[in-house]
T-cell receptor, first 116, second 113 residues
Framework: GAVVSQHPSRVICKSGTSVKIECRSLDFQATTMFWYRQFPKQSLMLMATSNEGSKATYEQGVEKDKFLINHASLTLSTLTVTSAHPEDSSFYIC????????????FGSGTRLTVV | AQSVTQLDSHVSVSEGTPVLLRCNYSSSYSPSLFWYVQHPNKGLQLLLKYTSAATLVKGINGFEAEFKKSETSFHLTKPSAHMSDAAEYFCVVSGGSQGNLIFGKGTKLSVKP
């Protein structure tokens, strides 16, 4: 079945530094990638949607300059948290959708970000 | 707009007893509905999905869910709980403004020995 590889699974960084999270679709072309954030004991909230080769669409309240999304190829999307602060500590998870399988949403395994 | 409401934030059952996790949905058209499970500090695993075929959907690990349009419900059930079922369960609907999935707030399932 479809697999999305997300790395790193855990990262600890210092305040003010940047962290890049990668999601790769291993055996299909991810025309659309969704990025979600999950705070402790809460549900997943959509942060942004990216389509290959175009700018990401951000949800209301999500800072575009802070959460940089790049979807340069059909198999790779990245989320960079710039100038990270402790309040950015969260669980980030990507979800890829292949257009041929409209209801085929494949999730990565998530990244636990801790900013100290 | 599409939405889902999980009626219980926490459900506790004894091992070997039935599990019922309740979910109601709101949709302006026939939705696709999903149940995902998340074990602590892990990613999401798809349990089952409904996409307008059979209203009774069988999933993995003995779980099933029934789509009831008249009640706008999609409750998740399992005849006999196992300790390994302890996790967070999310009811999810398709049809977000970006084509994304919309998650319920989750139900934490605890299983007592």
């Amino acid at each position: 079945g479809a697999v999305v590889s997300q790395h790193p699974s855990r990262v600890i960084c210092k305040s003010g530094t940047s962290v890049k999270i990668e999601c790769r679709s291993l055996d299909f072309q991810a025309t659309t990638m969704f990025w979600y954030r999950q705070f402790p004991k809460q549900s997943l909230m959509l942060m942004a949607t990216s389509n290959e080769g175009s700018k990401a669409t951000y949800e209301q309240g999500v800072e575009k300059d802070k959460f940089l999304i790049n979807h340069a190829s059909l198999t790779l999307s990245t989320l960079t948290v710039t100038s990270a602060h402790p309040e950015d500590s969260s669980f980030y998870i990507c979800s890829a959708r292949e257009d041929r399988a409209y209801y085929g949403y494949t999730f990565g395994s998530g990244t636990r970000l801790t900013v100290v | 707009a599409q939405s889902v409401t999980q009626l219980d934030s926490h459900v506790s059952v004894s091992e070997g007893t039935p599990v019922l996790l309740r979910c109601n949905y709101s949709s302006s058209y026939s939705p696709s509905l999903f149940w995902y499970v998340q074990h602590p500090n892990k990613g999401l695993q798809l349990l089952l999905k409904y996409t307008s075929a059979a209203t009774l959907v069988k999933g993995i690990n003995g779980f099933e869910a029934e789509f009831k349009k008249s009640e706008t419900s999609f409750h998740l059930t399992k005849p006999s709980a196992h300790m390994s079922d302890a996790a967070e369960y999310f009811c999810v609907v398709s049809g977000g403004s970006q084509g994304n999935l919309i998650f319920g707030k989750g139900t934490k399932l605890s299983v007592k020995p």
